[in-house]
């Protein structure tokens, strides 16, 4: 089945404590990216990658990092986590290399920083 | 400002009933603009998608319009079912760009 899978579901951890979010995708799609998304806000794009070792940054950059080693995974690196990065996030990627294209988004990952 | 506003915020109507959401934007030019449903704790899945020189596409109960002169377009729910309560986001690509927009979203909510 053809989906873009996101680990962990929920996640809980204490500032300063570095995680990361797994994001991987079976369809060969060149594009993805990872979005947060916050209460009356809407989604908001933090990176994105358009093919292997190629990633931009988006809206909200500040505190994330991310790698595109390999084609099919896209993972979400916090080095240091504070409470303002609580929030609902969500991983995508498209078959279209540029922007436009159908976004698949994964079922997310609710982190909690305390 | 966001370049993409929805509206309205959030919506209420009896099953069986029709509604329309509302989506003005500031992109200029733009390549396409689409609908997406996000179902509470899932990923947002498209709807409908339409480039600047269309003015309708349907997707079964669902009939998305654009206005390219005034900048706006409309989801319209026809005969609506519970399962179509969810959020319904609006995003809108600039031509020749990467940067998708997206709007904040309007939550509807389809009571029996």
């Known amino acids: 089945e053809a989906q873009v899978t996101q680990n962990p579901r929920y996640l809980i951890t204490v500032t300063g404590k570095k995680l990361t979010v797994t994001c991987s995708q079976n369809?060969?799609?060149?594009?993805m990216s990872w979005y947060r998304q916050d209460p009356g806000l809407g989604l908001r794009q933090i990176y994105y990658?358009?093919?292997?070792?190629?990633?931009d940054k988006g809206d909200v950059p500040e505190g994330y990092k991310v790698s595109r080693k390999e084609k099919r995974n896209f993972p979400l690196i916090l080095e240091s986590p504070s409470p303002n990065q609580t929030s609902l996030y969500f991983c995508?990627?498209?078959?279209?290399?540029?922007?436009?294209?159908?976004?698949?988004f994964g079922s997310g990952t609710q982190l909690s920083v305390l | 400002k966001n370049q993409v506003e929805q509206s309205p915020q959030s919506l209420i109507i009896l099953e069986g009933k029709n509604c329309t959401l509302q989506?003005?934007?500031?992109?200029?030019?733009?390549?396409?603009l689409r609908w997406y449903k996000q179902d509470t704790g899932r990923g947002p899945v498209s709807l409908t998608i339409?480039?600047?020189?269309?003015n309708t596409k349907s997707n079964g109960r669902y009939t998305a319009t654009l206005d390219a002169d005034t900048k706006q377009s409309s989801l319209h729910i026809t005969a609506s079912q519970l399962s179509d309560s969810a959020s319904y986001i609006c995003?809108?690509?600039?031509?020749?760009?990467?940067?998708?927009?997206f709007g904040a979203g309007t939550r509807l909510t389809v009571k029996p």
């Open positions: 995508a990627s498209s078959p279209q290399q540029g922007g436009g294209g159908k976004l698949f």
């Open positions: 369809m060969n799609h060149e594009y």
């Open positions: 990658s358009m093919n292997v070792e190629v990633t």
């Open positions: 989506c003005n934007y500031t992109v200029s030019p733009f390549s396409n």
């Open positions: 339409m480039t600047f020189s269309e």
């Open positions: 995003v809108v690509t600039p031509y020749n760009n990467n940067d998708m927009r």
